[in-house]
């Protein structure tokens, strides 16, 4: 009997947890620490992930400088535009307001939360101990801690000999074991979110009846239109003005392969089609294989838009204030969490719980904010290979140009 995919699943837990929240009422709130103990799983594995996968990356990558600059320059730059979408459209349509939930606002609340500053952000760039950052969820010490074991293991591996160099291969390939089991932990865990979503519908539903249903709305519009504009406008011009590939080709040939990102709900399992796809819009196979391959820890467009938007929307529903510069500091977070997390289930979901640990802002809206991610999974699914396809196609045309010259 073949099994229900995730997203049908997930669809039918709102459904039993809706109609069990309104047959039970306020009765149904403690089956919303289902969704608690699911979110608490993901935080619990994210770190060590993003550190091992980090690790792997910097270990294992080969790139000429001159390559390596091109791609980290564009998919610096395709992710900087996106997170500022992300942010913009928040601040201009203030989505997280919409959510009508009592005692989201609660002075208790507000006063459990630390001021987000430069200072507390900086102070976490350097980690107390080499187990504090997983401890406290913290992004930025498991980044910097992650870069400094890959640059030593890379520098190590090149010039050990004998017994030493031996050893370090036996290191290295432990490490890469403990990454696939932690993915493979993870999928699990997310396995487990129709269970979560169950809970939290019911919850929501028996506490505050459909009234939620408003903001959720709004997060989930607020996200595709952010997808929309960065897709028509960013991408759109990379491959038109700057590659002088026309877009009706392009679109033409992208297709079938957006449409199964879409369908799969995974970047990775897309790669094969991608690479066809940037085959037949006549991209070189060194210039595919970078930007699709190496560099699709760096092209999480998607997720990184995805972040800036439902980290505002999360303070504005607790009606919290971040001025600017919070604001870009909180990006900041939403930039290193991405960089090592995709690939994974749910990927831009988990990378937004650590992303707000890290920042002190509240997760209790997470599960809630869970019982909609399938679609929004979704449509960052498909910017991501996008994202993968436009710095690819932008490293072929910078090769092209400097041959012509």
């Known amino acids: 009997m073949k099994r229900l995919s995730l997203t049908w699943t997930i669809a039918a837990a709102m459904l039993v947890g ?3 929240g ?3 009422g306020p009765g149904a709130a403690p089956l919303g620490i289902l969704g608690t103990l699911v979110i608490q799983l993901i935080k619990t594995a994210a770190a060590p992930l993003l550190f091992l996968a980090i690790v792997q990356a910097i270990v294992k990558t080969e790139v000429s400088g001159k390559d390596g600059a091109r791609m980290m320059a564009a998919a610096a730059f395709n992710a900087s535009v996106a997170l500022a979408i992300g942010l913009a459209l928040s601040n201009l349509l203030h989505p997280g307001t919409h959510l009508e939930m009592a005692g989201l606002t609660a002075p208790g609340t507000l006063a459990r939360q630390e001021p987000l500053s430069f200072a507390r952000m900086s102070a976490n760039l350097i980690p107390t101990s080499i187990v504090e950052p997983f401890l406290s969820q913290n992004i930025l010490g498991v980044v910097i801690l992650a870069l400094f074991l890959g640059a030593g293991l890379r520098a190590a591996n090149a010039t050990a000999q004998g017994e ?7 290191f290295n390939e432990m490490l890469a074991g403990f990454l696939t089991a932690l993915e493979f932990v993870l999928g699990w865990i997310v396995a487990l979110v129709p269970l979560a979503v169950f809970g939290v519908v019911a919850k929501a539903v028996g506490e505050y009846g459909f009234s939620p249903l408003k903001g959720l709305a709004a997060y989930v519009g607020v996200a595709l239109l952010g997808f929309a504009i960065h897709t028509c406008v960013t991408y759109q011009l990379w491959v038109g003005l700057f590659a002088r590939i026309p877009l009706r080709r392009f679109w033409s040939e992208a297709r079938e392969t957006l449409a199964y990102a879409f369908g799969t709900n995974s970047s990775l399992a897309t790669l094969p089609l991608t690479l066809r796809t940037l085959d037949r819009l006549g991209v070189s196979r060194k210039a595919s294989a970078l930007g699709a391959c190496v560099g699709t820890n760096l092209n999480n467009d998607g997720i990184i838009l995805y972040e800036g938007m439902a980290l505002l929307f999360v303070a504005q529903a607790h009606g919290i204030h971040l001025d600017l510069g919070q604001q870009l500091m909180a990006a900041a ?6 960089m090592g997390i995709a690939g994974i289930p749910e990927a831009g979901f988990v990378s937004l719980s650590i992303v707000l640990a890290t920042v002190g802002l509240p997760v209790e809206l997470l599960p809630l904010l869970l019982t909609v991610d399938w679609l929004v999974a979704r449509g960052r699914s498909v910017m991501n290979v ?4 436009v710095v690819s196609i932008i490293i072929d045309r910078a090769d092209k140009g400097g041959a012509d010259a």
């Open 18 to 20: 809706a109609a069990v």
């Open 333 to 338: 977070s939403c930039m290193v969490a991405a």
């Open 22 to 24: 309104a047959a039970v």
């Open 386 to 389: 996008l994202s993968d396809m």
């Open 164 to 170: 030493a160099a031996r050893g370090l291969a036996v």
